[in-house]
């Protein structure tokens, strides 16, 4: 199973609107609607930021947003804060025998 | 407070064997899926094992197949990971994640902190 295709970089200004995508296949991201997003700080370890495509868990600001369409699934983080720069990770089910597969990863920066 | 604390890392020779443990609190250890998710240095996230609430299944990535065992015990709030002939490319930082419940499907919403195996001679 490979690994979901994110881009390696992303970067805005405070203020601004970044989005993040993650491209799978038809047996992972594009057949079920359990897609999640992970914020990674350096050292730290990953923290649930949206879920079941496009949840917010409690005390997750509403900046962030998720969607999906086809294949790919995309994180969006509206209002950029300095606070926001860190890795982020995308995650699918992909069925009961490889289970989750993990997107490749793209650092965030603010400008 | 709902909590993961990984133990057990370290450093081995390729080929040797480590037992990893997660110690769980702050909720029904019993009601949850559990998976371990590691980390190489500069990498990304892996999935590579999971387990049901009860124990009774298990799935594993192709990359650990045959090598590493997943297991848990509920009366402890524990769960382990079994990892033997370790090969240099299985270093990384391993960490215990809950999957989710209620209307969250399929998402790891804790984590323990993770705990670092280097397997090097």
Redesign the interface.
């Known amino acids: ?1 490979s ?1 979901l295709t994110q881009p390696r970089s992303v970067s805005g200004s405070p203020g601004q609107s970044v989005t993040i995508s993650c491209t799978g296949t038809s047996s992972d991201v594009g057949g ?1 609607n ?1 897609v ?1 997003w ?1 914020q ?1 700080h350096p050292g730290k ?4 930021m949206i ?2 495509v496009n ?1 917010r ?1 409690s005390g997750v600001p509403d900046r962030f947003s998720g969607s999906k369409s086809g294949n790919t699934a995309s994180l969006t983080i509206s209002g950029l804060q300095a606070e926001d720069e860190a890795d982020y ?1 995308c ?1 699918s ?1 992909a069925g ?10 793209t650092k965030v920066t603010v400008l | 407070e709902v909590q993961l604390v990984e133990s057990g890392g370290g450093l081995v020779q390729p080929g040797g064997s480590l037992r990893l443990s997660c110690a769980a609190s702050g909720f029904t250890f019993s009601s949850y899926e559990m ?1 371990w ?1 590691r980390q190489a240095p500069g990498k ?4 590579v094992l ?1 387990i049901s609430g009860s124990g009774s299944t298990m ?1 594993y ?2 990359s650990v197949k045959g090598r590493f065992t997943i297991s848990r015990d509920n009366a402890k709030n524990s769960l382990y990971l079994q990892m033997n002939s370790l090969r240099a490319e299985d270093t990384a930082v391993y ?1 215990c ?1 809950r999957v ?1 419940s209620g ?7 804790i ?4 705990t670092m195996v280097t397997v090097s001679s």
């Open positions: 199973q690994a079920y359990y999640s992970y990674q370890a990953p923290k649930l879920f079941d949840k868990p990770y995650c089910y009961s025998y490889t289970h989750y597969v993990f997107g490749t990863g | 998976n998710v990304g996230l892996e999935w999971y799935y990535a192709d960490y994640a989710c209307d969250c499907f399929d998402a790891f919403d984590w323990g902190q993770g």
